[in-house]
């Protein structure tokens, strides 16, 4: 039997889906699809600042997906600006190396997102013996990050991985079909969300874990010290 993991960048994701295809991912749809590549998903978990994205939390829980929380931080920039840096790809980073070390019995990893970041993690998967699934959006993922991969799938092959969005709002009276300023990494994806029949006071409150790590190479070091 082989057992799969899961690790879905979805800040990444929902963007992508929401300005190239005025849709919101299905991540049930996205689950089935990854049985084509295993016997039994054994962890399936969806990153992102819920703070800010708390109205996708239900439709997260309910395909059978934690929600891990990235808090963004805020940075001083130029001209006394601040800037908001994402953690996301830093724990998700982190979390599939420590499945990598700690869980044997997984074989696959899925990654969903567009993001060539993860391409060296991908990369070292790989040369630990383990099949690597890339799921992104058709026209946000990023070529090398699908070349690094045993396998990929555009989410638009997937049937039933796309909701329309049809014009939703986020209950302030912002049309969020429209493209959302970028956030700060290399594929200038987004930060804020809206779902179907947003409430903006639920999930207010939510005590999500907030796990803390360091960069991309602290946690390569880190592999590289279990090994040893």
Not at 36 to 55: H, I, L, P, Q, T
Not at 118 to 144: C, H, Q, W
Request: proline share 4%.
């Amino acid at each position: 039997m082989s057992d799969i993991a899961i690790f879905a960048d979805h800040e990444n994701i929902f963007y992508s889906c929401l300005n190239n295809e005025n849709s919101f991912p299905n991540y049930e749809a996205v689950r089935q699809a990854a049985h084509e590549f295993g016997d039994r998903v054994a962890f399936a978990a969806c990153y992102a600042d819920w703070d800010k994205m708390s109205a996708g939390i239900r439709f997260v829980v309910a395909a059978g997906f934690t929600p891990r929380m990235c808090p963004d931080t805020k940075t001083s920039g130029s001209a006394g600006y601040q800037q908001r840096k994402s953690s996301l790809d830093n724990i998700l980073a982190a979390e599939m190396m420590e499945t990598l070390m700690h869980n044997p019995n997984i074989e696959v990893f899925v990654l969903v997102s567009g993001d060539r970041d993860y391409i060296p993690f991908v990369n070292l998967l790989r040369r630990e013996g383990k099949t690597v699934v890339v799921i992104g959006e058709e026209r946000s993922v990023a070529r090398d990050l699908r070349e690094a991969a045993d396998s990929y799938i555009y989410l638009q092959q997937i049937e039933g991985s796309l909701r329309p969005a049809h014009g939703r709002s986020n209950g302030q009276g912002n049309d969020l079909t429209r493209q959302a300023p970028p956030r700060s990494n290399s594929n200038n994806t987004d930060v804020s969300e809206s779902e179907d029949d947003f409430d903006p006071h639920e999930d207010q409150g939510r005590n999500l874990d907030k796990p803390e790590c360091g960069g991309f190479e602290q946690a390569a070091q880190d592999l590289e010290s279990g090994e040893s």
